[in-house]
Nanobody
Framework: QVQLVESGGGLVQAGGSLRLSCVASGSIFSLNDMDWYRQAPGKQRQLVATITSGGSTNYADSVKGRFTISRDNAKNTVYLQMNSLKPEDTAVYYC??????????????WGQGTQVTVSS
């Protein structure tokens, strides 16, 4: 009913930047809080950043000052601008959203992930 599609991952050198995008589509009545998570090999999935429908944001300590989460409600899209990237930022990045469908069903929806690799 609702799909999230991430894009923008890739290979970048340490100190570089990437911008991830996540587009939500389908039977959306309301798109509420949206998050970016990441999962490195052999590690648990970690919350990176959150943005509410009103635009309030919160970040993991490890990315504060380097990453910025934003959203375009008209486009049902959330972004993650990642600057000053470090090798330890290497992971698969996932988009997550709390959605109310047109049938008034509450969903917690995930994207398929996009790989970010930072070389030293």
């Amino acid at each position: 009913q609702v799909q999230l599609v991430e894009s923008g991952g890739g290979l970048v050198q340490a100190g570089g930047s990437l911008r991830l995008s996540c587009v939500a589509s389908g039977s959306i009545f309301s798109l509420n809080d949206m998050d970016w998570y990441r999962q490195a090999p052999g590690k648990q999935r970690q919350l990176v950043a959150t943005i509410t429908s009103g635009g309030s944001t919160n970040y993991a300590d490890s990315v504060k000052g380097r990453f910025t989460i934003s959203r375009d409600n008209a486009k049902n899209t959330v972004y993650l601008q990642m600057n000053s990237l470090k090798p330890e930022d290497t992971a698969v990045y996932y988009c997550n959203a709390r959605v109310i469908t047109t049938a008034r069903v509450h969903l917690d929806t995930w994207g398929q992930g996009t790989q970010v690799t930072v070389s030293s």
